[in-house]
């Protein structure tokens, strides 16, 4: 393993840990409230005039696979928003690992796009899938090359996200062949054919461990799991076909990391819009579960009760608004937060959306370390 500068700034690794390790009993757990964990977008930084520099006339995919333009861009939030936030996220995307398993999958203005998604489990490239041998650590070398590149540059300024799609957004994607309203393919796999979509979450979920493990062994030092469109299934069917399998990568990651003898990098699980499974994702054995900003800050501190730590959660629409409203968000986000006490990591309740001005950015991780302050709250940082 590269040996990398010492971390300078450790606030949200102590934080992520905090309910586990008890750092907070040795300080009050308010005095270690991140500024803001910046993972706005996993594909970081796109909102950024400087991100279309730096990418040039290369495609997305292109990005991804240069382990010097992912650094770079990864690197551009933390350079502009310098001591405005604690992390920064790898520039990569979530479908990096169908495309390991053998799919081809394209990026346009109109986002990601499967030419030949999956039809049915008889059409022949199910079970090529499902008996094909995926080496991950093979095929998305160029992610762990970009991880280690990007910690050298960091110099320890920050930590550095690692993350991985869910097995249920990922088979959205195979089998809807890029995004979607009504979701008619995926929900008639698994409505239709539950086992095989089962077996195939389940590989998805095996591809997920080995993923975030060799992320870790190159150098990252938080993971999230990313599952983007779980708001598209009920409480029983998310039950049934995400929770399993989001539990299946908390269980084995940790004991994969310490077979490659490394150290376990605290966790996050990320479902957008499964604001009814939030007890249930508190117990899976991540650290820290993001939320978005359908789910009420205080209402999720009393299901939480203390066993993870919360991410999360504003609205990024706010960032079109004018700096009142965005005032009035973050305000309403510390108060419903406690200002940390629970432990909170503050961001957004998912990426930043096209349009937004860097500067309304700003002065959103501006407002955050002000009305966290001591001065302004009781139990914000000092």
Not at 16 to 42: C, M, T
Not at 60 to 65: K, N, Q, S, T, V
Not at 336 to 363: C, K
């Amino acid at each position: 393993m590269t040996d990398f500068e010492e971390l300078k700034n450790d606030l949200l690794l102590r934080a992520a840990r905090g309910v586990y390790l008890s750092i907070f009993q040795v300080r009050p757990a308010s005095a270690d409230l991140p500024k803001v964990n910046e993972w706005n977008d996993r594909r970081s930084g796109r909102y950024l005039p400087e991100y279309h520099l730096a990418k040039g006339d290369n495609d997305f995919f292109a990005c991804c696979r240069s382990p010097e333009i992912a650094s770079t861009l990864t690197l551009q939030p933390v350079d502009r928003y310098d001591g405005l936030i604690d992390a920064a996220i790898i520039f990569s995307d979530i479908l990096v690992i169908p495309q390991a398993m053998g799919m081809t999958v394209e990026m346009d203005n109109k986002g990601p796009h499967f030419p030949d998604p999956l039809k049915s489990p008889t059409d022949g490239q199910y079970e090529e899938l499902m008996d094909r041998k995926v080496n991950v650590a093979k095929e998305l070398e160029y992610v762990y090359q970009a991880i280690t590149l990007t910690r050298q540059k960091l110099k320890g300024r920050v930590p550095l996200y690692g993350f991985c799609g869910a097995p249920w957004t990922l088979l959205c994607y195979m089998v809807e062949g890029g995004g979607s309203k009504l979701f008619v393919h995926v929900k008639t796999w698994i409505y239709k054919y539950p086992d095989q979509s089962k077996r195939l979450l389940q590989k998805i979920a095996q591809l997920c461990v080995e993923y975030l493990a060799l992320q870790v062994k190159a150098g990252a030092q938080i993971v999230q799991v990313f599952d983007s469109w779980a708001a598209e299934l009920s409480p029983a069917s998310f039950n049934e076909f995400a929770l399993p399998y989001l539990h299946h990568i908390s269980q084995h990651l940790p004991s994969r990391l310490k077979e490659l003898h490394l150290e376990v990098a605290p966790m996050v699980v990320f479902a957008k819009g499964a604001w009814y499974a939030l007890d249930d994702l508190c117990d899976l054995g991540y650290q820290v579960v993001g939320l978005d900003w359908l789910q009420d800050p205080a209402e999720a501190v009393r299901i939480a009760r203390g066993r993870v730590v919360l991410q999360g959660n504003a609205d990024p629409g706010v960032l079109y608004g004018s700096k009142e409203a965005i005032t009035t968000v973050v305000q309403d986000m510390v108060e419903g937060f406690g200002g940390g006490e629970q432990g909170w990591i503050a961001n957004l309740g998912h990426g930043v959306t096209p349009f937004v001005d860097p500067d309304n950015l700003r002065f959103f991780f501006e407002e955050i370390h002000r009305l966290t302050s001591s001065k302004n709250h009781p139990s914000g940082r000092p």
